[in-house]
Structures are given as C-alpha cells and as structure tokens.
C-alpha cells in the first residue's frame, strides 16, 4: 500500500527566505503526488499535483514542486516566504491499484517577520 | 457556484449521543470521503463511497456509519460507540477519469466537540 513521510512537524523561516517541505512516498505503481494547504478550522486546499508529463510542476502562490522518481520525493518549496504562507502542509500520494489517498503527517509552516 | 459544503461548523454532543455530520457536493463528482483529523495525525479515512448506495470502511471506522441514498449526499453518524469522537472531520469528493480518481475537494470541516 501506498504511504507518505513528511520529514518535520514544524518548520520555521522568516519573510523571504526559502520554504522548503519535504515529502517521500512509497508506491508500488507510479503514483499521483499532491500537496495541500490547510489554514486554521478550514479544509484542505489544493495547492498543485503531478500526475503524468514533466516533473516539475508549479502551484498556486508562487509554490512549486518537483518529482524525483529516484529519491521518491515531492518536496514543496517557494522561493521567497511570506507572513500569509503560515499554514499546515500536507503531502498525500494516491496509486492506481488502491483508488483512494493517503496522506502525511502534515508540517507547520511558521514565518518569522 | 460548485462545492463543498458541511454542517454544522461547530457541533456538542453529549456522552451517548448519536449525531449526524452533514455533506453535500453539487459537482457531480462519483466518489465521496470522511476523514478525521486529530493534531499531529494528518488525515485518516473513515468511510468512502465511489457509487450511490455503496460505501467501504476507510482505516478507523469504528463507531461510525454512513449512508449514500443520493450522490451529492454523504452524511456521516457519529455513533455512542464512538469512544474518543471530539475531533475535526472533513468530507472530501473526486471525480473518476480515465478509470482512475484524481484530487480530492475538500469542505470547510465540522468541529466536534463531546461533552
């Protein structure tokens, strides 16, 4: 079955620094990557996926990812941070055999003014 | 305008008390989820359904029951049997497309809180 690793609970910048969040998956079928954006009391919004084609794949607020097969990684990263990226993360994978999504832990993003 | 939408967005219940989460999606999409999220767990599924009146058990299903009578509709029951039901659930759906489902919309969540 299908499962993520998100490496750090919580991770820390300051405003303009690079943000960078990690994800490994396992996968016995080449997967569809995720990542999503969960402010306070709210749900889960998706912030970009890969499926198929290139691997690195470009989201919404200036985030970005890049699926390295290799490694089996996802990390997230935006080059410049800022106060309104405060968030959790979640990195999910879902595969072709299961038909349903698993998702990580997740990672607190905190931005220091 | 197409979405999610889940209520109440704060429920109380007492001890031994059933309630019931509402969901509803005007997306047409097939399949629908329940998940609880508890913090530093992430998200565990509780019960989907990829048709109408069919539903699988997810990873914690336990104390809880469903039903999908129509496919915009996937309402969730917290039951008695419930031991530890105070938590944040989410209702998600997805469409099928190539035989295969693809990102998952998410509601805004319901709070529960027991008492």
């Known amino acids: 079955a299908q499962s993520v690793t998100q490496l750090g609970s919580h991770v820390s910048v300051s405003e303009g620094a690079l943000v960078l969040l990690r994800c490994n998956y396992s996968?016995?079928?080449?997967?569809?990557l995720f990542w999503y954006v969960q402010y306070p009391n709210q749900g889960l919004q998706l912030l970009l996926k890969y499926t198929t084609g290139a691997t690195l794949v470009k989201g919404i607020n200036g985030f970005e990812a890049e699926f390295k097969k290799s490694e089996t990684s996802f990390h997230l990263t935006k080059p410049s941070a800022h106060m309104s990226d405060a968030a959790e993360y979640f990195c999910a994978v879902s595969d072709l055999n299961n038909n349903d999504m698993r998702f990580g832990a997740g990672t607190r993003l905190t931005v220091k003014p | 305008d197409g979405g999610i939408t889940q209520s109440p967005k704060y429920l109380f219940r007492k001890e031994g008390q059933n309630v019931t989460l509402s969901c509803e999606q005007n997306?047409?999409?097939?399949?629908m989820y329940w998940y609880r999220q508890d913090p530093g767990q992430g998200l565990r599924l509780i019960y989907y359904?990829?048709?109408?009146?069919?539903?699988q058990k997810g990873d914690i299903a336990e104390g809880y029951s469903v039903s999908r009578e129509k496919k915009e509709s996937f309402p969730l029951t917290v039951t008695s049997a419930q031991k530890n039901p105070t938590a944040f659930y989410l209702c998600a759906s997805s469409i099928l497309a190539g035989g295969r489902y693809n990102e998952q919309f998410f509601g805004p969540g319901t709070r529960l809180t027991v008492l």
């Open positions: 997306l047409n999409h097939d399949a």
């Open positions: 359904s990829q048709i109408v009146n069919d539903f």
């Open positions: 996968s016995s079928v080449p997967p569809y």
